[in-house]
């Protein structure tokens, strides 16, 4: 059974960071694209960041770009983000994800509750 726990959110004054981490467990996540959504009050869930892990590349969101950086550490199966600059429009809860490579199907964690105050 996969298991995604985030964990590292919390409240921050504007410009300052965070670093999100999301530990997967119950699969070998080699092959798996990781990546986290976020969701504000009111409003849909988008994407945020995301890393494949065979090929190490990375994707991000134009708002966070220059921003935030994802990175992981496939030997512990955990997938950070680092977010830098913050802002309060980065206030949301945030998920991460894991894509299996073969079915598509994604997994989410919980998700951890990011506030940035001005």
């Known amino acids: 059974q996969v298991q995604l726990v985030e964990s590292g959110g919390g409240l921050v004054q504007a410009g300052g960071s965070l670093r999100l981490s999301c530990a997967a467990s119950g699969r070998t996540f080699s092959s798996y694209t990781m990546g986290w959504f976020r969701q504000a009050p009111g409003k849909e869930r988008e994407f945020v960041a995301a890393?494949?892990?065979?090929?190490?590349?990375?994707y991000y969101a134009d708002s966070v770009k220059g921003r935030f950086t994802i990175s992981g550490d496939n030997a512990k199966n955990t997938v950070y983000l680092q977010m830098n600059s913050l802002t309060p429009e980065d206030t949301a809860v945030y998920y991460c994800?894991?894509?299996?490579?073969?079915?598509?199907?994604?997994?989410w964690g919980q998700g951890t509750q990011v506030t940035v105050s001005s």
């Open positions: 994800t894991a894509r299996a490579p073969s079915s598509g199907y994604d997994y």
């Open positions: 890393v494949t892990w065979r090929t190490g590349s990375t």
